[in-house]
């Protein structure tokens, strides 16, 4: 609540503009998608409900009593559920708008060096917290009682690296931004230009990040983190000669055998030699139970943020526990959303991937490299979402919205 309150206020005092040009077809289906969830909830008669969404009546009926005194719901089968799920997603869709019409007029410098410091200083503190109790910490958030060690403001590992790993290509690629700024075309390399006390902790943040990652033990975060730096390579090929693409190579491999200095590469290769076994295993497994609700809710879905819920019924293995999340957000959409989201969702990326390549295509000036590493950033949070579900927490949620931003906003040079 207090994001979208502060998304809120940002509208207020800053109004977005949407659908202009290039970026129309996106907003219609960001629009669009809204749209469908709020359909979601609209009240409808018993008659059209059961003959729309005979499931979500079925499911009525198994889970509920006294349904049929109610004359009218919607098609969400938790309505409260869906209504946050609407909140939240209008706040991130309404702080992209926001921000992707600020950063033309200034701004993407500052605001990537603030979450660089929030970098530097939240992967040491988030992995001492994992490791080690802090009793007045605990106590308030009830951490004890439950068992869990969080990883700073994040409940798991994936989470914390999620984070991360849109924080780390962003972060490189401001600093390259700055050090070719710093250097004119011709000129003889020089270090100490090159390196002042401002790329000195722009190292130490990218280096930290990177222990932070190899430090959660995220399996899910590495595949991402991965993707997203294979990415920003390649877009970046044609932008680096040889030597400099070397240099790169040369000071990332660096930063990440520094990293792997405060990690237990022991654990990590522990987790990683259980990929095939454990992970990739209990993921087919829930992926072959959520199928069937997604054939039963094909039309409209079970509502935005039902997918718990739902499960509860659909579920069949050991009910020792219970399925909470798809382990992937395309598969989780389907489900919650049906045709009815599926098919803006659908085009809302297909629009952003090809804005996105245009902005990157068409930019000459230096903020190229902050675009590269916010696009990496989003790859890799897309390729972690493919086995886990992470962009729902609002902190990735939030990042997420201002790389996309900054992959696509306009320059002012271009408008």
């Not at 907003?27 to 059961?50: E, G, N």
């Not at 106590?139 to 403001?153: K, S």
């Not at 000071?251 to 654990?267: I, K, N, P, Q, W």
Request: aromatic share 10%; proline share 5%; net charge positive.
């Amino acid at each position: 609540m207090p994001l979208a309150c502060g998304v809120a206020l940002l509208a207020v005092l800053r109004p977005p503009v949407i659908g202009r040009s290039s970026a129309r077809f996106l907003d219609l289906a960001l629009v669009l998608t809204l749209a469908a969830i709020a359909v979601q909830l609209v009240p409808l008669s018993p008659a059209l409900r059961s003959q729309l969404a005979p499931a979500a009546v079925a499911y009525d009926r198994a889970m509920r009593f006294g349904t049929s005194a109610v004359t009218e719901q919607p098609l969400s089968i938790e309505p409260a559920e869906t209504a946050f799920a609407l909140v939240v997603l209008a706040a991130t869709v309404l702080l992209f708008w926001c921000l992707r019409t600020l950063f033309p007029h200034g701004g993407v410098r500052a605001i990537i060096r603030a979450i660089a410091w929030i970098g530097l200083f939240l992967s040491p503190l988030a992995i001492v917290q994992h490791l080690m109790p802090i009793p007045i910490v605990d106590g308030i958030w009830g951490l004890t009682a439950r068992g869990l060690r969080p990883y700073g403001p994040f409940v798991n590992r994936n989470d914390f690296a999620g984070w991360l790993i849109m924080a780390i290509p962003l972060t490189l690629g401001y600093a390259i931004a700055r050090m070719q700024s710093r250097h004119r075309t011709g000129d003889s390399f020089d270090s100490e230009a090159a390196f002042d006390s401002k790329s000195m902790w722009l190292a130490m943040a990218v280096c930290l990040m990177l222990g932070g990652l190899l430090g959660s033990l995220s399996r899910s975060g590495l595949l991402g983190a991965f993707a997203g730096l294979v990415f920003f390579a390649w877009i970046s090929r044609r932008r680096l000669t040889a030597r400099r693409a070397g240099l790169a190579i040369i000071g990332l491999a660096v930063l990440l055998a520094l990293a792997a200095t405060y990690a237990d590469m022991g654990a990590l290769a522990t987790r990683l030699e259980g990929s095939f076994s454990e992970g990739v295993a209990s993921r087919l497994s829930i992926w072959r139970q959520t199928w069937p609700v997604v054939r039963a809710f094909w039309p409209f879905g079970t509502g935005a943020g039902t997918y718990q819920q739902v499960m509860v019924l659909y579920q069949t293995m050991s009910r020792f526990f219970y399925i909470t999340h798809a382990d992937n957000e395309f598969l989780q959409i389907l489900t919650e959303g049906g045709l009815l989201l599926g098919v803006p969702v659908a085009c809302a990326i297909v629009a952003g991937v090809w804005l996105g390549a245009k902005r990157l295509r068409d930019d000459r000036t230096g903020i190229f490299w902050l675009r590269a590493g916010a696009a990496a950033g989003l790859v890799a949070l897309a390729t972690q979402n493919m086995v886990e579900m992470t962009l729902r927490v609002p902190p990735n949620s939030v990042l997420f919205a201002i790389c996309a931003a900054i992959a696509m906003h306009e320059n002012a040079a271009q408008r």
